[in-house]
């Protein structure tokens, strides 16, 4: 992997810990996100008024069913940060690197080896430490406490964003293969058609869940906030979609993960969230596991 590739990803992970604390910090992450998907569409209506998206028939498929998981993957993420600390639900909604070699093997023909079992164990540890809740260190109550809403919020979006990582592992490798636009424009061009198409799902339903004054109120005093995490998304994805064209899955995700330690230092010390020193010992296990994952 170049130097080059090793810096864009860093930034995407610095990008995507931010637009998580920024929406955390919301009065309302579901609504917040309503504002965030118009705003989306309303730059894919620009970007696609001054240059017209070419999209190779091959890649649509992978376009339309992106979205469709990245709109369980919102309502996954809302509901999480609606009950949980960021501290806890994005660490473990991030462990998807753990368990794509698993998956990229039977789907993908990508191999797994000793070191990569050995640093899925590490994930393993770090996830259990994740999950205590208590002063002292309780495993056996592992599932006591996995039952809690904001666990189970959490494991649904990580199992969302398992499925598209690879959904948009393939994506991009077929537009790469079929297209000749530039490589950038690619990547914000499957970007905004994923993201549009997900968000008007997600705007209906929040329009059916909520008051329209409660989703005004939210729009009038957060609206910096919601243009501020629509244009941290659109770097951060941007940049990983345009990494994935030409480097292994397993290995992006894994240089990703370092955002789980900006968020766990950004939960603990500006959100004044609990067991900042265990959380952060177990992101610093679980970016180490990810390491071996991604590098055997």
Request: proline residues 3%; hydrophobic residues 50%.
């Amino acid at each position: 992997m170049t130097f080059t590739s090793i810096a864009l990803i860093l930034l995407s992970a610095f990008c995507h810990a931010l637009w998580n604390f920024y929406s955390k910090s919301s009065r309302d992450t579901r609504i917040l996100f309503f504002w965030c998907g118009l705003y989306t569409l309303t730059i894919a209506f620009i970007a696609f008024g001054i240059k017209k998206p070419i999209v190779p028939k091959p890649v649509w498929i992978y376009i339309v069913s992106s979205a469709l998981v990245h709109l369980l993957y919102k309502l996954s993420l809302t509901h999480a940060y609606t009950v949980g600390e960021i501290s806890f639900v994005y660490p473990i909604a991030r462990a998807a690197p753990a368990f794509l070699p698993l998956f990229a093997f039977i789907f993908l023909k990508e191999r797994i080896s000793g070191q990569g079992l050995i640093g899925i164990l590490c994930v393993m540890v770090s996830i259990l430490l994740y999950q205590q809740r208590e002063a002292r260190i309780q495993f056996k109550a592992f599932f006591r406490f996995l039952r809690e809403p904001d666990a189970l919020w959490a494991y649904a979006t990580l199992a969302s964003v398992i499925a598209y990582s690879l959904i948009d592992k393939q994506g991009m490798s077929e537009f790469h293969r079929h297209s000749t636009e530039a490589p950038m424009w690619r990547a914000v061009t499957y970007y905004l058609l994923e993201g549009g198409i997900s968000q008007v799902f997600y705007g209906f339903s929040c329009l059916v869940r909520f008051p329209r004054q409660q989703i005004a109120q939210i729009g009038r005093t957060e609206w910096k906030r919601a243009l501020a995490v629509v244009g941290l998304m659109l770097t951060s994805y941007s940049l990983i979609l345009y990494v994935l064209m030409t480097e292994k899955v397993s290995y992006v995700t894994s240089i990703r993960q370092c955002s789980v330690i900006f968020v766990v230092l950004l939960g603990g010390y500006a959100l004044k969230e609990t067991y900042t020193k265990r959380r952060f010992i177990a992101a610093v296990v679980m970016v180490f596991g990810i390491f071996l994952i991604a590098y055997q």
